[in-house]
């Protein structure tokens, strides 16, 4: 069992910057690949991005290319979300997840921390 807990969220202005954490407990996430995802009022939980435990890369949505990073402390057993140049539009709920897969799609994964809320306001 992996057990998750995101924090780092808050209310940040448009132009902004948060770094979301993901520490993990239970086992080492040295043999998982991490995401991150979104869901916003109304809207599907969508992928945000993914770091792969065979080959260390990532891959982001189209819409935060550019502007969010996705790393790793393997000391701390911890992956961080850095988001900046922040808009409205990436306000949801976001949370990390670990599967054992390398996978883009929220249904493969099997652990999933709470959430934390960002808000961006305009």
């Known amino acids: 069992q992996v057990q998750l807990v995101e924090s780092g969220g808050g209310l940040v202005q448009a132009g902004g910057s948060l770094r979301l954490s993901c520490a993990a407990s239970g086992r080492t996430l040295s043999r998982y690949t991490m995401g991150w995802f979104r869901q916003a009022p109304g809207k599907e939980r969508e992928f945000v991005a993914v770091s792969s435990w065979t080959d260390s890369n990532t891959y982001y949505t189209d819409s935060v290319k550019g502007r969010f990073t996705i790393s790793r402390d393997y000391a701390k057993n911890t992956v961080y979300l850095q988001m900046n140049s922040l808009k409205p539009e990436d306000t949801a709920v976001y949370y990390c997840?670990?599967?054992?897969?390398?996978?883009?799609?929220?249904?493969?994964?099997?652990?999933w921390g709470q959430g934390t809320q960002v808000t961006v306001s305009s």
């Open positions: 997840a670990a599967t054992g897969s390398i996978s883009t799609t929220a249904k493969h994964y099997d652990y």
